[in-house]
């Protein structure tokens, strides 16, 4: 069961990633790598993006697993010290991600970047 659950969990994961391998080919001659500020902080803006979707999906599923903890326990005090366990890293990754965002944004506002930063 642990492993159909982990290959379902992973794959429902990279499913974005392959879906967006399509979106933006690289034009001949431009090259792959950006060689402006606001093209690099475009493409930081865009990973920061995807891992930002990652950790809430990923904490979706913590909370949905430390609820089913909780249900399970029946009053065992390691089952229910776990889910807690669980809930409280659910909170971590969710304020990871909110602080990744807030961060490209001071930056990108404190050395004067202009335009669209993906976020």
Do not use: C, H
Request: hydrophobic letters at 60%.
């Amino acid at each position: 069961m642990k492993k159909i659950l982990a290959s379902l969990t992973l794959g429902i994961l990279l499913l974005p990633v392959l879906a967006g391998a399509q979106v933006n080919p690289v034009q001949p001659g431009t090259g792959s790598v950006p060689n402006q500020s606001q093209d690099v902080f475009t493409v930081i803006s865009t990973i920061i993006n995807w891992l930002f979707y990652i950790l809430l999906i990923a904490a979706v599923f913590i909370v949905i697993w430390a609820a089913f903890t909780f249900l399970t326990a029946a009053g065992d005090p390691e089952k229910v010290a776990k889910a807690r366990n669980l809930i409280l890293y659910a909170v971590v990754a969710i304020v990871v991600a909110f602080l990744a965002k807030a961060i490209i944004l001071l930056v990108a506002s404190a050395i004067g970047v202009k335009g669209r930063t993906g976020i």
